[in-house]
């Protein structure tokens, strides 16, 4: 399972989401779950870390594709860890994953 934790922002930096675990179609419907009620928190700008993701599939990029969809909507991510971004670029989904310059 993945364990979800948001680091408030701070006069640096913006708010991080930390992911650590599995992004997987075992843990996408909890996962999704927990991310919702994180993002009701309304951290304003903040930066996705996915350096602690150990396994990841195409339910797990689904989740990420659909919490980009959501922040879209509101607060942007204006940063992605160099493990998120190693993983947008793989993917071609540099699109959908702008980075932001604040």
Same mark, same amino acid.
């Given at each position: ?7 408030p922002a701070s006069d640096l930096a913006p708010a ?6 599995? $992004? ?5 419907? %909890?996962?999704?779950?927990? *991310?919702?009620?994180l993002l009701q928190q309304d951290p304003g700008p ?6 602690? %993701? ?8 689904? $989740?990420? *594709? ?11 991510? %204006? =940063? ?7 993983? %947008?670029? $793989?993917?071609?989904?540099? =699109? $959908? ?6």
């Open positions: 399972m993945a364990s979800l934790t948001l680091h991080r989401l930390a992911v650590q675990g599995d $992004l997987t179609i075992y843990e996408a419907s %909890v996962t999704q779950q927990a *991310l919702l009620a903040w930066a996705l870390d996915l350096g602690g %993701v150990e396994e990841l599939d195409s339910a797990g990029i689904q $989740l990420l *594709l659909s919490l980009q969809k959501t922040l879209n909507e509101g607060a942007p991510v %204006v =940063a992605l860890s160099d493990t998120a971004q190693a993983l %947008v670029e $793989l993917l071609n989904l540099d =699109a $959908l994953f702008p980075q932001r310059e604040d």
